[in-house]
């Protein structure tokens, strides 16, 4: 039965325990204990569960909370050692109490027992019997004559009447006690009570004969002293026992009451005296959770104002550390400008305000003419101090209300806010007019930097921010197409508007293939015309389209760029393709690899790091990548692109100059850029067989590379003639139909040896095909 | 022997040529009111002054030895010789084989112990004085009979009067065997207006309890010079629970002031030593003494504790203060 009440209470416990946090973790256990099913698995984890609990308690505790317990832990231990001494204390204290009241009881029968022994009659008896009866804790008293005999015993308790009297040896034994401590503790006995015997001889005094009327003191042999008698008397204590247990449970009581009332005195003070730093609980609260919009009071006690002014500083400089981070996060570092990412927020904050107003507002696309002229001609440092310049007048340009942001390059985005088109065409023929009258001057020449402004009403949210920008934008090129140095109305109606919203669509296309990571990759041949091999492949990008069609680089890269997504596209390229090309080296160890890099991505600033770092984790080894970059590419940034494809170099990349002579092509670039292979622009390719002047260009080109230690790669093979004249012109690789068309997986055609072989060829392909 | 006794017994040789004139011319004016007037047996016996006197003292007191020299001066010192027993009892068949050597036929025993060593030899008549218990140890006999030891109890209690005119009730402690000299002093206070509560008691600690008992109700108490009821310890305590509780205390002993008493009574060496030869005097010829058992002192020496006096608020009158045995 005890085991079960325990099993019982044990899960009673449990149960009222689920209620808070750790006892829930013990689930079902209290339906096994109530079912008399406890083993130590049980008891351990209710143990494990109060301990947890414990935990919890001390991890959450508070400081007034934990001095209040130090100080009520302290305070009981305190409590009960006090009380455990004056327990002590009192109880020894109690008993020499008795004893020194029994010697006194003694001493004072001893001086009423003398008529007793000279009659023995009532009156006698009687006084002794009063006496005795005033103090309860005497049991008995005998009174025996010097001869051992019992003269008188009078008993108050019942019950000891059969305790035998002294014997006579006892009695001789207190005669021998010394005679200045004739007090003698005969013994304790438990007669249905704890009882203390004393005893004592009772003796008298009687001067010498002539004794008084010579009195001295000091000489005790003047005076005859003579046994009378002994006394022994009982002393119970247990009712003084019992008053002391009393006295002290209700001295525990009032303790107790009182070190309840103290802890509760205490917890005010202690309350009152942390209260400044209770105060600083919420602002901590809130620093915790990344708040720093408040000030401490530094005002009260030393060591608060001490932790509020540590406490206000903090968040002074996490304020200021934001302010600069946010700063830094949504201006553009080079004009102080605005940059896309908050301007983008501040259109957002726009369109909700518009929402409730009739008011209008405009959003203004600005693109300098002539920025990449003289980015290109005085160099980037010119080019950075023209955009801040520009930067400057267009923010002096516009009232304070309104916000001009760069949007990257040489763009620039304005928000013109509670204007109309009047307005509006107002401030822009002023930014126009400022810009033609506006001359840059650097190195000592001087550049008039015209801009064309293109504009799109805002009316309510009818159209997101990428809508309006897109609008804005398009209006732009509609102005730049109109003659540049103009400002230009977005028209939905619009015909070239219309080829605008398709580029636009495209970016949607574009953002949302990089999104779900549905580009395609294509492989296509590149073999060297002397042994006939497919030496490389050049990696091709494809992006399907709405109907799943595949889209050709050619319909939306120009779109990509337009908007910005070229950096992204290209990364997407690099990483996809090297973690393909891993795989394929897997089994052809020596395939080499060509990948486009668009000008935008090449000119990124950690472009080395971030091909250093897609090849290290792809494990795609460096010299088997050759990076294709356009002849304009090279030609514009030959600076940083010299610097970028020499370190690039170093570590065994190698680079192809792409379409060359399709641009501004000059021969002194093939002599000035580190690059290692000339691909020759498809244009020259094409009708080379019949055209006696692309078969000129081809040969000095393959010349020229020849003489600068550069090989040559010619595009668009689409015929054994056009791949047998090339051979004969010297030149090392070709590439095209003819070869091997792109596809998903690396292939390459057979390649005819003759024209008969080639004829042979095309006749069974046709035939296939039919 | 004691010094003191071989300085008296050169006296009683030196002096016993006139000790017939001196006897025949003595004029003793206690003599006369000591002697009742009804005691023709006395003047018919003053022939038996002749005869050798030996004074044996219970030791050296002051007191005794006054009242010792009184017979010897007044018999001179042919006539009486001087034995001292020094305190102690073993002395006694030393001492009486010198009185027997002085050819003492008259016996005087100054204290107790001297009237018990004499009481021991049946031979001579004896006079014994400072004797309290005499009826205690069977000191009276026709040929043994002594003076009283307490002054007049009239002069006592008119002293209490003079010192507290407003003493009303007084206790006593006595030893038993004292019914007559309890009688005696409760008529004396009832004749001054006191009212005298004696009690009884076998013991020092009984003497103590009474006293405890009748403290409330009494304003002064009489220490009757029972050595068989008092000890040191308990006196000490009856003179610190009178102190305590403004009891005035009158003892028979001076030694006593010291311990807290304010009065202290005795009687007059040369009063007890003339009652003692006046005694002798009339002792006849067969050895009789006749007279009471005890013949009563006359005159008293008052002496008064200044200090207790003062504890207690008491004026002492000028003429007890002016007193020689005032203290």
């Known amino acids: 039965m005890r085991r079960t009440d325990t099993t019982s209470d044990v899960a009673a416990r449990i149960k009222r325990g689920s209620q808070y946090g750790r006892w829930s973790s013990v689930p079902g256990l209290a339906s096994r204990l109530k079912q008399g099913i406890p083993d130590t698995r049980v008891v351990y984890r209710v143990l494990r569960s109060a301990t947890q609990a414990v935990q919890n308690f001390f991890r959450r505790r508070s400081l007034l909370g934990e001095m209040l317990l130090l100080q009520l832990l302290f305070a009981i231990v305190a409590g009960s050692l006090a009380f455990g001494a004056l327990w002590l204390s009192s109880s020894r204290a109690a008993a020499d109490n008795m004893r020194n009241w029994g010697e006194q009881w003694l001493s004072t029968l001893d001086e009423i027992s003398m008529p007793l022994y000279v009659a023995q009659d009532d009156e006698r008896h009687l006084q002794v019997e009063e006496y005795v009866q005033k103090f309860p804790e005497i049991a008995f008293v005998r009174f025996y004559s010097d001869s051992g005999e019992l003269v008188f015993e009078d008993y108050q308790q019942e019950g000891i009447a059969g305790l035998a009297p002294l014997t006579v040896a006892t009695l001789q034994g207190l005669i021998n006690a010394p005679r200045d401590d004739q007090r003698y503790l005969l013994d304790t006995v438990e007669q249905d009570m704890p009882l203390m015997r004393i005893g004592k001889p009772i003796w008298t005094e009687a001067l010498l004969m002539d004794g008084l009327l010579g009195l001295d003191l000091s000489d005790d042999s003047a005076v005859e002293t003579t046994l009378i008698g002994f006394v022994e008397l009982g002393l119970n204590s247990s009712a003084y026992g019992e008053e002391l247990a009393r006295t002290i449970r209700s001295g525990t009581l009032w303790g107790t009451l009182l070190l309840v009332l103290l802890t509760v005195a205490s917890w005010l003070v202690y309350r009152r005296a942390l209260l400044p730093l209770s105060h600083l609980q919420a602002p901590l609260k809130k620093l915790a959770k990344g708040h720093t919009d408040f000030t401490v009071e530094t005002a009260g006690h030393t060591e608060i104002v001490a932790i509020a002014d540590a406490l206000n500083t903090t968040v002074t400089a996490l304020n200021e550390r934001d302010k600069k981070l946010w700063h830094l996060a949504n201006h553009d570092s080079l004009t102080g400008l605005v940059n896309r990412h908050r301007f983008a927020e501040i259109l957002n904050n726009e369109l909700a305000r518009l929402e409730d107003t009739d008011n209008t507002s405009a959003l203004l696309f600005i693109d300098l003419d002539q920025f990449k002229y003289v980015n290109d001609t005085v160099g980037h440092a010119a080019g950075d101090r023209l955009l801040q310049d520009v930067a400057e007048r267009l923010t002096n340009g516009v009232r304070q209300s309104d916000t001009v942001s760069r949007f990257g390059g040489d763009e620039f985005v304005v928000l013109l806010s509670d204007v109309n088109e009047k307005q509006v065409k107002d401030i822009c023929e002023d930014l126009i007019r400022n810009a033609s009258e506006h001359h840059f001057i650097e190195n000592e020449e001087s550049f008039t930097v015209r801009c064309s402004i293109g504009i799109t009403m805002i009316w309510g949210n009818e159209f997101t921010p990428a809508d309006l920008l897109s609008q804005a934008d398009m209006a732009c090129h509609h102005a730049k197409s109109l003659g540049r140095n103009r400002y230009d109305f977005y028209k939905a109606s619009s015909r070239s508007m219309a080829g605008m919203a398709s580029e636009v669509g495209l970016s949607r296309q574009i953002q949302q293939a990089l999104q779900d990571d549905t580009f395609v990759l294509h492989f296509q041949p590149i073999v060297d015309i002397n042994t006939r091999q497919a030496t490389h492949y050049e990696v091709l990008l494809r992006m399907r389209g709405t109907n799943n069609k595949l889209i050709l680089p050619d319909a939306f890269l120009p779109a990509a760029i337009r908007f910005g997504l070229m950096i992204d596209v290209d990364r997407w390229v690099i990483r996809n393709a090297l973690e393909q090309i891993a795989e394929m080296r897997a089994e052809h160890p020596d395939i080499g690899f060509t990948l486009n890099v668009s000008g935008n991505m090449f000119e990124t600033p950690d472009f080395v790091d971030f091909v250093q770092k897609s090849l290290k984790e792809t494990g795609v080894p460096m010299e088997a990548i050759v990076l294709e970059i356009t002849e304009q590419v090279a030609v514009r940034t030959i600076g940083n692109s010299g610097r970028r494809i020499t370190k690039l170099a170093k570590l065994g990349c190698k680079f192809a100059l792409d379409d060359f002579g399709a641009g501004y092509s000059s021969y002194s670039y093939l002599k000035t850029l580190p690059v290692d292979y000339i691909k020759i622009d498809g244009s020259f390719i094409r009708n080379i067989v019949s055209d006696i002047v692309d078969q000129k260009i081809v040969g000095s080109i393959i010349e020229i590379a020849k003489a600068t230690g550069k090989q040559t790669i010619a595009e668009h093979v689409v015929d054994y003639e056009t791949f047998a004249l090339l051979s004969e012109l010297g030149v090392d690789f070709a590439q095209g139909h003819f070869l091997g068309k792109p596809g998903k997986v690396p292939s390459s055609e057979e390649i005819p040896t003759s024209i008969a072989d080639a004829k042979k060829k095309r006749r069974r392909k046709v035939s296939q095909t039919a | ?327």
């Not at chain 2, 009065?263 to 007890?272: A, C, E, K, Q, W």
């Not at chain 2, 504790?305 to 002492?316: F, M, Y």
């Open chain 2, 1 to 327: 022997m004691h010094p003191r006794s071989g300085k008296l017994l050169c006296r009683v040789t030196g002096i016993a040529a006139v000790s017939v004139l001196l006897t025949g011319c003595l004029i003793n004016p206690f003599a006369q009111d000591a002697q009742p007037a009804a005691e023709p047996v006395a003047k018919a016996a003053k022939t038996a002054i002749t005869r050798q006197v030996a004074v044996v003292l219970s030791n050296e007191l002051p007191d005794f030895v006054a009242i010792a020299n009184e017979p010897e001066n007044r018999l001179g010192n042919e006539k009486v010789t001087v034995h001292n027993l020094d305190g102690k009892p073993g002395n006694a068949e030393h001492v009486l084989a010198e009185v027997d050597a002085a050819g003492a036929d008259q016996l005087v025993a100054v204290g107790l112990l001297a009237a018990k060593v004499g009481r021991e030899q049946q031979s001579r008549p004896m006079v014994f004085c400072q004797t309290y218990n005499y009826k205690q140890y069977g000191l009276l006999s026709e040929t043994s009979k002594g003076i009283g030891l307490l002054p007049p109890f009239d002069k006592q209690f008119d002293t209490g009067h003079e010192l507290d005119s407003k003493l009303k009730r007084i206790g006593l402690l006595s030893g038993s065997n004292q019914e007559d000299l309890l009688a005696e002093i409760r008529l004396a206070g009832d004749d001054k207006g006191i009212e005298v509560i004696s009690r009884v008691v076998n013991s020092d600690k009984e003497a103590l309890l009474e006293f405890k008992r009748m403290m409330a109700n009494i304003q002064g108490l009489i220490i009757l010079p029972d050595n068989r009821i008092l000890s040191p310890g308990v006196l000490r305590e009856l003179m610190s629970l009178g102190a305590k509780h403004r009891t005035q205390i009158a003892v028979y002993a001076p030694g006593l002031l010291n311990l807290g008493a304010l009065v202290s009574f005795t009687g007059r060496p040369t009063d007890i030593a003339g009652a003692v030869i006046t005694r002798l005097e009339n002792i006849q010829t067969d050895g009789r003494i006749p007279g009471p058992d005890l013949v009563p002192l006359k005159d008293i020496s008052v002496q008064v504790n200044p200090a207790v006096a003062d504890h207690l608020s008491l004026i002492i009158p000028a003429r007890l203060a002016r007193s020689p045995g005032s203290r």
